[in-house]
């Protein structure tokens, strides 16, 4: 025990360090994969080593192959950063090592999400006592909502899911748009309902599922149905139609449901709130906490209006399992024993408040503009989405210059963004969710942009 | 900056100052839940705090609601501690924050659990070139490598699981053993295999799948099947014959899924490997790495042996998501149900690095001998009977061969607050369930623990028979 003040004094201090390099460090990796092989492996050893010694090392060792995504110029994916605060409640999580499986194992843990899960229900606009849980991202929330919905609608069809299982059950038709996100997918492939299931709805030159079209493929429809809408499309950012696909859905009694990965957050902002206009009116609804509202990896939550369908697709129940009053957080997760995420979600909104989550949501996406001013305005370089969120596809000229710049910058180190195909075009992808991004960052970095696009044009022609 | 090094000092002193009250705070909790609710709840201010204001108010509102489970004297569960090097390795994941889906951005997070993959097979003996994913317990761990099992055996009956799913595919069958864990049935559920497809073979008095009647319960039916067995039963710690389990699989080519959330641990010891004999012989594993490894909330690991049916469950293509060198490097989202997620491969390898092989090997022998010097403590008094073999870290203890008395004790050590452990029902009888798995639990936290639970048994024998 003499060893863990200067354990944690040491770590502290490196974190400190850490975030000290931030306005300057290299946004990528700078160690190639190689290295990092020859570096962190080698053998399992037969004897222990100090702690010190251990934390020291692997702070040497992993620090040259970490990607920036703590610093305010990282704008691949859509990562989002930690706020200092949702940093430091993590690290009680990790100090406090509750099992935040029951209120009996941790009664703190338990209280603690079911403040902050009923703050993030009231910021997104979702309906009174929608149930929520608590997962490690979005993948995990779609998974969880989408098992709901299948509990649910195979109910309704006479069909109990959970002692019959799949086999034989009743046909489920689940529809998304054609620029669904690739997760959808995923869920309904752990979930048992093959890709075969799925009825692909047209979106338009934005990515946004066409509502009208969604309305012909339930024309007459019946039996079980699933609809899943998106709120924020990883390219574009742009958002289903969701009042018109409520609609929709109401009228076929279909269930709704919502991938709002990052999308949903538009609702915290009085300036974007109408972007998700009618999203609470879906049925359940899937966001990440590890993204827009910056707190650590990982957590995300789902959210779903129908209590009964969630705690019979989740609950869990063991003789040596006491129970105790309350929320118990793993009922509504498919996780059992399981990190206290609520810490961390806590401190971030306590830290923001709920004027700092809209300015945190309307700063990003202020950026991502500016972007697309600082990029579009310079010939031979275009804009492909209306930037109404927190992303910007942009092209330079044709595909191979597009990979080459995005390549480049990358290699340049003065901000991180990734490559992807927009209908059938090549284009660089900026999404902007961190706090820590200013407008000092966003000059740099699309200056950096600029340089390795001339310095690519200069060698292609 | 200034202000980043005042709030994580504050948050490290405190840390600290945290885990050295562990002697002599009490274990249990203070504050009931109405309590907790009050003190961080109401409505979300419009402005924010901050940020040490923050951290100390969550301090001082959610303390009095922590179990002190990193406490030597927990015994609830089977929980684990967390080593500090472990803690400091996942406070450095959440400043790092990488987002671990991927190697080519985070090539740090990626690696590491390419090397932890390597230590924990050679550690574990289990077949060399099997895959794992690094999951959020073990439950997951089921889900995933259950899902293999899924994929593989519908493909096998010539099924194409992806495109066309379960709801017209053969009818999958799952044998279990009676005691199998819930969190297996949980699984399969969520699969949507439901109840009714599974099959449970009766259990033995120590709740091992009784092996004798294995084969003729996989002879009864045909077609796709899958056998899960079970190594540490979560209240008497034993194991099922994992060696006649796969002899009976193999003979009807059934899928062998391993259930070892902390029972797998056994494998890494000298002394303790004859309980998991022919453990190796399994096509998947599911284990806790925040149980026996002692490395904090959350972690597991799905390790399979089937590579191609692990992919071919889990991973995923999109445009945007770059792959670099995808033949060298192990992407970590392809042996996963997630996608975006924590570093988890960070604390697993600091663990590993300051136990070293040795170490966790005495860690789990340690625990064992902690558990039998509990069953040597509390059995020899009259009155008190250990209702199970302690094999492993595992003890049932019942008093008075009465339930109600052995609830009332199992109350009144909690409110104690010396140590604390749960009760359970084990055979219709209730029982006081022990379960050593923290590092730091020495010698004399057994001894006072023993002492406080017969002090509790002493006075609620006054009480109870009044």
Request: proline share 4%; with cysteine; aromatic share 6%.
């Amino acid at each position: 025990m003499s060893e863990v003040p200067d354990l944690f004094g040491l770590t502290a201090d490196a974190a400190v360090r850490f975030h000290a390099t931030l306005a300057d460090r290299r946004v990528g990796p700078a160690a190639s994969y190689y290295e990092l092989v020859e570096s962190l492996g080698g053998p399992l050893p037969d004897e222990g080593k100090g702690d010190l010694d251990v934390v020291s090392e692997l702070i040497e060792t992993a620090e040259p192959g970490l990607v920036g995504s703590q610093t305010g110029r990282y704008f691949g994916f859509v990562f989002g950063s930690a706020l200092p605060a949702a940093v430091a409640a993590d690290w009680l999580a990790s100090a406090w090592d509750q099992n935040a499986f029951s209120v009996v194992t941790s009664p703190a843990a338990a209280a603690v999400e079911e403040v902050s899960g009923r703050w993030i229900a009231e910021l997104l606009g979702l309906p009174e006592g929608v149930a929520c849980g608590f997962v490690t991202g979005a993948q995990g929330a779609n998974t969880t909502g989408l098992a709901a919905a299948r509990q649910h609608v195979l109910a309704r069809a006479g069909w109990d899911v959970s002692s019959e299982g799949l086999h034989g059950a009743p046909r489920i038709r689940v529809l998304a748009g054609a620029e669904r996100h690739v997760t959808i997918d995923r869920s309904l492939r752990l979930l048992g309902l093959g890709s075969a299931t799925l009825e692909l709805i047209r979106a338009d030159e934005q990515g946004r599922m066409r509502a009208d079209a969604l309305r012909e493929a339930l024309a007459g429809a019946d039996g079980p149905l699933i609809v899943c809408a998106q709120a924020g499309n990883v390219n574009t950012g742009a958002l289903d139609p969701l009042a018109e696909i409520a609609d929709v859905c109401e009228a076929a009694g279909a269930w709704l449901h919502v991938d709002g990965a990052f999308g949903l957050w538009a609702a915290a902002s009085p300036r974007f709130r109408e972007l998700v206009h009618g999203s609470d009116r879906a049925d359940s609804w899937a966001t990440d906490a590890h993204k827009w509202l910056n707190v650590p990896y990982d957590c995300g939550l789902v959210f779903c209006r129908h209590p009964e369908s969630h705690g019979e697709a989740m609950a869990v129940a063991a003789s040596y399992l006491q129970r105790a009053d309350g929320r118990s957080p793993a009922d509504w997760v498919p996780e059992s024993s399981r990190r206290a995420r609520g810490f961390a979600v806590w401190a971030a909104l306590r830290s923001l408040g709920r004027s700092g989550v809209a300015g945190l949501v309307e700063r990003c996406c202020d950026h991502a503009r500016t972007f697309a001013e600082l990029l579009g305005d310079q010939p031979g370089i275009e804009i492909l989405n209306d930037v109404v969120l927190n992303q910007v596809l942009v092209r330079f000229g044709d595909d191979d210059t597009t990979r080459e710049v995005v390549r480049l910058v990358q290699n340049d180190g003065t901000c991180w963004l990734g490559g992807t195909d927009w209908h059938g075009q090549a284009a660089m992808r900026i999404s902007v969710s961190s706090f820590r991004t200013t407008r000092e960052d966003v000059a740099r970095s699309a200056a950096a942009i600029l340089e390795a696009a001339t310095a690519v044009s200069g060698t292609l022609r | 900056m200034d202000a980043v090094n005042d709030l994580l000092g504050l948050t490290a002193d405190y840390a600290t100052q945290f885990l050295g009250s562990l002697d002599e705070r009490p274990v249990g909790t203070r504050a009931s839940i109405e309590e907790l609710r009050e003190a961080l709840g109401g409505s979300l201010p419009e402005r924010g705090l901050d940020d040490v204001q923050v951290i100390g108010e969550l301090i001082e509102a959610a303390e009095p609601g922590i179990m002190a489970m990193p406490s030597g004297r927990f015994f609830g569960f089977v929980i684990g501690g967390a080593l500090p090097a472990a803690v400091a390795a996942d406070w450095l994941t959440s400043v790092w924050d990488q987002n671990a889906a991927l190697i080519g951005p985070t090539p740090s997070a990626g690696v590491v659990e390419e090397v932890v993959l390597d230590w924990l097979q050679e550690l574990m003996q289990l077949p060399r070139g099997i895959s794992a994913g690094f999951v959020n317990g073990c439950q997951m761990a089921h889900v995933t490598a259950l899902a293999a099992a899924r994929q593989r055996v519908l493909e096998r009956a010539g099924w194409d699981l992806l495109r066309d799913g379960l709801q017209e595919a053969p009818r999958i069958r799952v044998v279990v053993g009676q005691e199998r864990h819930v969190t297996i049935d949980r699984a399969l559920r969520f699969l949507g295999i439901g109840t009714a497809q599974i099959e449970s073979v009766s259990a033995d008095e120590q709740g091992r799948m009784r092996v004798d009647l294995l084969p003729a319960a996989l002879a009864a039916a045909e077609g796709p099947t899958i056998v899960c067995a079970q190594l540490g039963n979560v209240n008497t710690g034993s194991c099922d014959d994992v060696a006649a389990i796969a002899d009976a699989a193999e003979e009807t080519g059934a899928w062998l899924h391993v259930d070892g959330a902390f029972g797998l641990w056994a494998a890494a010891s000298p002394r303790l490997r004859h309980l998991v004999a022919g453990v190796e012989r399994a096509d998947s594993w599911a284990t806790d790495a925040h149980k026996w490894l002692n490395v904090p909330y959350d972690s597991g690991i799905a390790f399979c042996a089937d590579r191609e049916a692990h992919r071919a469950a889990m991973s995923v293509q999109a445009s945007y998501l770059e792959q670099v060198d995808p033949h060298a490097a192990r992407d970590p989202m392809d042996w996963n149900p997630e996608f975006s997620r924590r570093a988890r491969g960070f604390p697993i390898y600091a663990a590993m690095r300051t136990l070293g092989r040795d170490g966790v090997v005495a860690m789990v022998e340690r625990s064992c001998d902690h558990a039998r010097r509990f069953a040597r403590l509390l059995g020899g008094q009259p009155d008190v009977e250990i209702l199970n073999d302690v094999v492993l870290n595992q003890v049932l203890v019942r008093f008075g061969d009465d339930d109600e008395r052995t609830r009332a004790i199992v109350a009144a050590v909690q409110e104690d607050g010396t140590c604390w452990l749960s009760g359970t029902v084990w055979q219709g009888k209730a029982a006081m369930r022990i379960s050593v798995s923290n590092w730091r639990t020495s010698e004399d936290d057994v001894e006072r623990s023993a002492a406080a639970i017969l002090a509790a048994a002493a006075a609620t024998a006054g009480v109870v028979a009044s």
